[in-house]
């Protein structure tokens, strides 16, 4: 069965203060990995894939990159904007479309 | 701007009542998604189509709960009788995989913004 764990569950920082969000997984034969960002109340909004170990991606102020166990999305210079849910998706070869996500990092950036 | 629509945002209703949620995807794409959001499970999915055929239900109660695609430009999520643990947010997502990579399934899923559902 396909696995994602995500950490932290929630993560508070001051504007500036770069971090990182973890996403591990376990899944029979990895076709992608996807990272989506989701505000109260609206539907998750599709940020990255990521497809083989190694690839990194990078959109504005998050860069996200994946190893053969777990996936990073680093946030450079966070800004307040930047507060919102991030959640993890992980699909199998064998799955078809299937996405398995995780729980999600709950991210709160202050000013 | 191309998005997913869903119909309606909000619904309350009783125990035992009939449910339609309705979505209509992003124009020319081909696969639909429907997933449910709860505090307790995060977000899962119910059912994908693919050219409007059924390709995957096995997240979905076969009881109560039923997805059709009537047309290209909609489709339907009904739950049939509702109950308390249905209350949720339900997304509808599309995605379109071309066609020369039929069978790779690799297509971004755009989701919608949700119908939010209480069931009393």
């Known amino acids: 069965e396909d696995q994602v764990t995500q950490s932290p569950e929630a993560l508070r920082l001051q504007e500036g203060e770069s971090s990182s969000l973890n996403c591990s997984y376990t899944?029979?034969?990895?076709?992608?990995l996807f990272w989506y960002r989701q505000d109260p109340g609206k539907g998750p909004e599709f940020l990255f894939t990521?497809?083989?170990a190694g690839e990194e991606k990078e959109k504005e102020r998050l860069k996200a990159t994946l190893t053969k166990k777990e996936s990073f999305l680093h946030i450079t210079a966070p800004k307040p904007e930047d507060s919102a849910t991030y959640l993890c998706a992980v699909q199998a070869e064998t799955s078809g479309s299937r996405l398995t996500f995780g729980e999600g990092t709950q991210l709160t950036v202050n000013p | 701007d191309a998005r997913v629509t869903q119909t309606p945002r909000h619904k309350v209703t009783e125990m035992g009542q009939e449910v339609t949620m309705r979505c209509q995807p992003i124009l020319g794409h081909n696969t639909v998604f429907w997933y449910r959001q709860t505090m307790m499970q995060g977000l899962e999915l119910l059912a994908y189509f693919r050219n409007r055929a059924p390709l995957d239900d096995s997240g979905m109660p076969k009881d109560r709960f039923s997805a059709e695609m009537p047309d290209a430009t909609l489709a339907t999520l009904k739950i049939q009788p509702s109950e308390p643990r249905d209350s949720a947010v339900y997304f509808c997502?599309?995605?379109?995989?071309?066609?020369?990579?039929?069978?790779?399934?690799?297509?971004?899923?755009?989701f919608g913004p949700g119908t939010r559902l209480l069931v009393l």
């Open positions: 990521l497809y083989s």
């Open positions: 899944v029979s034969g990895l076709r992608g």
């Open positions: 997502a599309s995605g379109l995989v071309p066609l020369h990579l039929a069978g790779v399934d690799q297509e971004t899923q755009y």
